[in-house]
């Protein structure tokens, strides 16, 4: 394609291809952890519904969180698992900006979810009397009405920023679906506003909530140190490091692909990155939040029984 012309018809996603040459190898891998995510995050759902006694606030969050990361992963994983196998690895402009925008949406969601839920636990250890008070029903579907709205809202400024651009040279994204710096990449216009978009608006969004996570993780935290019990002092720092461990990994590569400088991304690094936020974070979702959880197992195997 001319450097001169304007991308009229759609994207070539490049996905792992500047990393290995043979990423047919890698379809395995990926379905294995895509199906690993779904099934687990799906058991999650149907042991909340079938059990009764989970019908309590923390795995009320916990199974909407859960049908958010199989909405979070079906939008990328089963597109890359297309590209894997295929030589076509096209995809048109319209369809960039869905997958843009679900992508973003369900990111940003998550990002509150995830505060919302370290906020149960804060009042739930913090203000056990209060605790059926402040986290009713009502509040609970508060939070997660409200992260999805916050979530909607984010991926919509951004992807109307990013494709009101024009788009010329190179077709080629480097990485394997539609996020927002690889594609400004391919932009011949200017993108300090879009830059500034996502520094201002994607802060908010993302440090704004990882800020409320972690004043809920050192309030909770604060006051596990002031337990006289050993034993529970143990259990509940190992609740929270694992909590820490995902939340971690989520932002961390999340801040890092969305604010650092484009200069510093290497070939390929783009893919490598996001695989973080959008794969392995919800794959240890199901085993961190809880399958290691005692009396979700336990419910889980009284249903199988059945």
């Known amino acids: 394609m001319n450097n001169n012309h304007t991308v009229a018809t759609g994207f070539i996603l490049l996905g792992f291809s500047a990393v290995t040459e043979h990423q047919v190898f890698l379809f395995p891998i990926f379905l294995c952890m895509y199906t690993i995510t779904v099934g687990g995050n799906l058991s999650i759902i149907i042991t909340y519904k079938l059990s009764p006694t989970l019908h309590t606030p923390m795995y009320f969050l916990l199974s909407n969180f859960s049908t958010l990361e199989i909405l979070y992963v079906s939008c990328t994983v089963p597109l890359m698992l297309s590209g894997l196998l295929s030589q076509c690895k096209f995809i048109s402009i319209s369809g960039c900006a ?19 839920m370290a906020y149960d636990r804060y009042n739930a250890i913090c203000l056990p009397l209060l ?46 679906f539609c996020d927002v710096p690889a594609v400004l990449e391919l932009s011949c216009q200017d993108i300090l506003a879009n830059e500034l978009v996502i520094f201002v608006i994607g802060g908010c969004v993302l440090i704004g909530s990882l800020v409320v996570t972690m004043i809920s993780y050192v309030e909770i935290i604060s006051k596990i140190l002031k337990l006289h019990s050993v034993s529970g002092r143990k259990k509940t720092f190992a609740t929270c490091s694992s909590h820490f461990i995902v939340v971690t990994v989520f932002y961390g ?8 400088p484009r200069s510093s991304h290497r070939i390929g690094q783009n893919s490598v990155i996001s695989l973080m936020y959008t794969v392995i974070a ?25």
């Open 98 to 116: 869905i997958q843009m925008y679900i992508a973003l949406m369900f990111g940003g969601t998550e990002c509150y979810m995830l505060a919302a």
């Open 282 to 306: 919800p794959l240890l979702n199901p085993f961190i939040y809880s399958l290691r959880n005692k009396e979700v197992k336990s419910n889980m195997k009284t249903i199988i029984l059945r």
């Open 253 to 260: 590569s999340a801040i890092f692909m969305y604010f650092t």
């Open 131 to 176: 605790y059926t008070v402040i986290m009713n029903e009502r509040v609970c579907i508060q939070h997660i009405v409200g992260s999805y709205i916050i979530g909607a809202a984010n991926a919509l400024i951004h992807t109307a920023f990013t494709f009101s651009l024009p788009f010329c040279g190179s077709n080629e994204i480097d990485h394997f």
